[in-house]
């Protein structure tokens, strides 16, 4: 199983800034990485898949990178509306899994 | 873009088994991935499984032993079913649709308890 590490746990900012959420596999996932985001109460919303796709309808201030080990999200500038859990998953190898999540809070 | 919701029992005994549907609408349930995932609470998502509409599935193995998935085009559902479910399997539960998981239902809270 590949086990997904996000770094770091909780992420604490002010709107404006620049956010950075790092995931790492434990083995080659090649560019098959997803990125949600999920606020209390709802399910997750796809935001990035294969690495670096914006999914429908997500701003542009949401970017993906990397490939093989190591992936990033980075929102440009934080909205109120981006304070939440945001999970990375990969479709390269069964099972399919998750990291365990990082936190943007308001700072 | 398609909408999903779940339904089923709210709770369900030590030891029975957990069945959940979910409906499809506003699209086709036809040549496509439908998954099941959960969430206990606080804690991060884990992926179940997988069945396509042509009948082939793919399981998480950790859970393999006990799960059963199935899709019914007729009535744009497909199911879920956990059998000899422990407390550690309350959680709520989603069904998500493709490759990625594009759409979602809303979710519902399954809890296991006599």
């Known amino acids: 199983e590949i086990v997904l590490t996000q770094s770091p746990a909780t992420l604490s900012l002010s709107p404006g800034e620049r956010a950075t959420l790092s995931c790492r596999a434990s083995?080659?996932?090649?560019?098959?990485l997803a990125w949600y985001q999920q606020k209390p109460g709802q399910a997750p919303r796809l935001l990035i898949y294969?690495?670096?796709n914006r999914a429908t309808g997500i701003p542009a201030r949401f970017s993906g990178s990397g490939s093989g080990t190591d992936f990033t999200l980075t929102i440009s500038s934080l909205e109120p509306e981006d304070f939440a859990v945001y999970y990375c998953?990969?479709?390269?190898?069964?099972?399919?899994?998750f990291g365990q999540g990082t936190k943007v809070d308001i700072k | 873009q398609v909408q999903l919701q779940e339904s089923g029992p709210r709770l369900v005994k030590p030891s029975e088994t957990l069945s959940l549907t979910c409906t499809v609408s506003?699209?086709?349930?036809?040549?496509?991935?439908w998954n099941w995932i959960r969430q206990p609470a606080g804690k991060a998502l884990e992926w179940i499984g997988r069945?396509?509409?042509?009948?082939?599935?793919n399981y998480n193995p950790s859970l393999k032993s006990r799960v059963t998935m199935s899709v019914d085009t007729s009535k744009s559902q497909f199911s879920l079913e956990l059998s000899s479910v422990t407390a550690a399997d309350t959680a709520v539960y989603y069904c998500?649709?493709?490759?990625?998981?594009?759409?979602w239902g809303q979710g519902t809270l399954v809890t296991v308890s006599s």
């Open positions: 998500a649709s493709g490759y990625y998981y594009e759409d």
């Open positions: 506003g699209g086709s349930i036809r040549s496509y991935f």
């Open positions: 069945v396509y509409t042509g009948g082939n599935t």
């Open positions: 083995q080659s996932v090649s560019s098959y």
């Open positions: 294969d690495a670096s």
């Open positions: 998953q990969q479709r390269s190898n069964w099972p399919r899994t």
